[in-house]
């Protein structure tokens, strides 16, 4: 069960996009359609961005999408707002009927 | 609205127990897997583990199984997870959270608590 690699920064200028990774195995990513993506500001709870890889819930923005091609996933921020600053977390389904985080992105608007 | 709310952390020693809860309301309890996950001051997220909706399927990660029990009782639409043998690197922020599909287990879903600090120091 170890952690999904994710890159510990990304930062990007107002209006930008920008992407964050997220690999992991066959046995998470790579296996399975249950990829999610969490956003976290300082002292909150975390809050669904993306789920099944590439859906949003209802009341997320559009420009949070989210795709996997093989064992690694994506998050794409695109228009990057100062309210994106935040923690960004993947997760993904394992064959073993548990879940894994990915060790976390902090995101930095310039 | 979908409420949930950890209560039961502490500071507790190494070795001893603890017991934290999770009452929800909001939605209809017994269709929904419920997980904690936890996650120690300035780190990451950690799984810790989930329960089915019936709380017949339980599973855990490597680092708590053995030593954290998770339960449910569906008569009074409330979570727990018993912490037996806890360790320094228990010390964390735990969140209880309902899975995202209905009658499934998926994974977390945009349901959370507040969570709760568990300290486990001497």
């Known amino acids: 069960q170890s952690a999904l690699t994710q890159p510990a920064s990304v930062s990007g200028s107002p209006g930008q996009s920008i992407t964050i990774s997220c690999i992991g195995t066959?046995?998470?990513?790579?296996?399975?359609?249950?990829v999610s993506w969490f956003q976290q500001h300082p002292g909150k709870a975390p809050k669904l961005l993306i789920y099944d890889v590439n859906k949003r819930p209802s009341g997320v923005s559009g420009r949070f999408t989210g795709s996997k091609s093989g064992n690694t996933a994506s998050l794409t921020i695109s228009g990057l707002q100062a309210e994106d600053e935040a923690d960004y977390y993947c997760?993904?389904?394992?064959?073993?009927?548990?879940?894994?985080f990915g060790g976390g992105t902090k995101v930095t608007v310039l | 609205q979908v409420h949930l709310e950890e209560s039961g952390g502490g500071v507790v020693q190494p070795g001893r127990s603890l017991r934290l809860s999770c009452p929800a309301s909001?939605?209809?309890?017994?269709?929904?897997?419920l997980h904690w996950v936890r996650q120690a001051p300035g780190k990451g997220l950690e799984w810790v583990a989930v329960?089915?909706?019936?709380?017949?399927?339980?599973y855990y990660a490597d680092s708590v199984k053995g030593r954290f029990t998770i339960s449910r009782d569906n008569s009074k639409n409330t979570l727990s997870l018993q912490m037996n043998s806890l360790r320094a690197e228990d010390t964390a922020v735990y969140y209880c959270a309902r899975d995202s599909v209905f009658l499934g287990m998926m994974g977390p879903g945009d349901d959370w608590g507040q969570g709760t600090l568990v300290t486990v120091s001497s």
């Open positions: 909001g939605f209809i309890f017994s269709n929904y897997a």
């Open positions: 329960i089915s909706h019936d709380g017949s399927e339980k």
């Open positions: 066959n046995s998470d990513v790579g296996g399975y359609n249950s």
């Open positions: 997760n993904s389904y394992t064959t073993l009927t548990t879940w894994v």
